[in-house]
T-cell receptor, first 114, second 115 residues
Framework: DTGVSQDPRHKITKRGQNVTFRCDPI?????LYWYRQTLGQGPEFLTY????????KSRLLSDRFSAERPKGSFSTLEIQRTEQGDSAMYLCASSLGGHRNEQFFGPGTRLTVL | AQTVTQSQPEMSVQEAETVTLSCTYDTSESDYYLFWYKQPPSRQMILVIR??????QNATENRFSVNFQKAAKSFSLKISDSQLGDAAMYFC????????????FGQGTRLTINP
């Protein structure tokens, strides 16, 4: 068990550019979550996958955001035409589901939009 | 909508002493889970302790214990014999049993341990 990994760990970009983040969950986990954490706040839910199906999206996920999990393994989160307000830590978590459904978090990708 | 409130942005405690972090939540559900997560500086979030709402007995994990008051919708975390490694942001979180089971987090409490 190597844990949840995220890449890159840090991303600095200019306003208007597109960025893509990757999350590799724990291998047998069928559920994958994306959260966003701004400075001094708790994480907020963005979206959730069960296997390859995206089953729920938050209203925080504007049209500029898209997430995929093409083969039910790793996931990508793309932000198009980045804005300064997109600066945050993007956290990925995975779980087995079920009643207990403990979510294991990755280290996050810190995005800074200049 | 479910909400989680942590009213203490910062707390500090002397090493080896006991500290209690507060959390309240709002929900209309009768069955749910509550959690305390720890986020050390520049490190990933890890689960400290969980409480199932249908269980009356308060959860305990070594030096960490909770005081779960379901009627008052209160869920505090007590850390006994505080250690320097306990210094971190602590987040209270809630989730329902069904559906996406997404976590709803509070704003966090920054805990400092004084040697």
């Amino acid at each position: 068990d190597t844990g949840v990994s995220q890449d890159p760990r840090h991303k600095i970009t200019k306003r208007g550019q597109n960025v893509t983040f990757r999350c590799d969950p724990i291998s047998e986990h069928n559920r994958l979550y994306w959260y966003r954490q701004t400075l001094g706040q708790g994480p907020e839910f963005l979206t959730y996958f069960q296997n390859e199906a995206q089953l729920e999206k938050s209203r925080l996920l504007s049209d500029r955001f898209s997430a995929e999990r093409p083969k039910g393994s790793f996931s990508t989160l793309e932000i198009q035409r980045t804005e300064q307000g997109d600066s945050a830590m993007y956290l990925c978590a995975s779980s087995l589901g079920g009643h207990r459904n403990e979510q294991f978090f990755g280290p996050g990708t810190r995005l800074t939009v200049l | 909508a479910q909400t989680v409130t942590q009213s203490q942005p910062e707390m500090s405690v002397q090493e080896a002493e006991t500290v209690t972090l507060s959390c309240t939540y709002d929900t209309s559900e009768s069955d749910y889970y509550l959690f305390w997560y720890k986020q050390p500086p520049s490190r990933q979030m890890i689960l400290v302790i969980r409480q199932e709402a249908y269980k009356q007995q308060n959860a305990t994990e070594n030096r960490f214990s909770v005081n779960f008051q379901k009627a008052a919708k209160s869920f505090s975390l007590k850390i006994s014999d505080s250690q320097l490694g306990d210094a971190a942001m602590y987040f209270c979180a809630y989730r329902i049993i069904q559906g996406a089971q997404k976590l709803v987090f509070g704003q966090g409490t920054r805990l400092t341990i004084n040697p």
